[in-house]
């Protein structure tokens, strides 16, 4: 399974994953968007990866 991280002193809080996939990312009060669930079945997550203006989000096999 596909492990999906979020660099946390790279991530700028844009809010770009959250709009594309809400089942997995969630920006929170502190203005970083975490991985609250590491599967998703509705998004292609790779391509949700390659969207994040600041390359933060990891996904490996
Ligand atoms: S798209 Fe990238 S920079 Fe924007 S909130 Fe998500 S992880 Fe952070």
Known sequence: MAKITVD?????????CEQACP??????GDGIAHV???ICTSCDIK???????VNAIKVSE
């Open 36 to 38: 609250i669930l590491q």
């Open 8 to 16: 946390v002193s790279t991530c700028v809080g844009c809010g770009l």
């Open 47 to 53: 391509e949700v990866a390659q969207q994040c203006p």
């Open 23 to 28: 089942d997995v990312f969630k920006v929170e």
